[in-house]
């Protein structure tokens, strides 16, 4: 399955921007699927992620209450609401989708290792 993200650009710090994630293939649609960023020199980080059926839904701790991610109908879209952005929200944003167990209701995983497909990046500045 191929994923392709896209949404990304330049905001002003407080700004709102949208990402969305397309997913190829309708069959794999129960999986769960995440957000991930990176900056240079860093690791990959958990941004949020979300069950097949969007009532599993997890986030990291810096983007709680900013940021709203949910899954589309049908579930091969996934979208990711950011709002008040800071300039630490800049990075280059992936989306991904982990093969687990649990059916639509599978726990999305926090660690980039565990996903097993990957779409490019898009890239998110924030300005002070």
């Known amino acids: 399955v191929q994923l392709q993200a896209y949404g990304g650009g330049l905001v002003q710090a407080g700004g709102s921007l949208r990402l969305s994630c397309a997913a190829s293939?309708?069959?794999?649609?129960?999986?769960?699927m995440s957000w991930f960023r990176q900056v240079p020199g860093k690791e990959r980080e958990f941004v949020a992620g979300?069950?097949?059926?969007?009532?599993?839904?997890k986030y990291a701790d810096s983007v709680k209450g900013r940021f709203t991610i949910s899954r589309g109908n049908p579930a091969i879209t996934m979208a990711l609401q950011m709002n008040s952005l800071k300039p630490e929200d800049t990075a280059e944003y992936f989306c991904a989708m982990a093969i687990v167990s649990g059916g639509y209701n599978g726990v999305p995983p926090r660690r980039p290792d565990e996903y097993d497909y990957w779409g490019q990046g898009t890239l998110v500045t924030v300005s002070s």
């Open positions: 293939d309708r069959t794999f649609s129960y999986n769960p």
């Open positions: 979300v069950s097949g059926s969007g009532r599993n839904i």
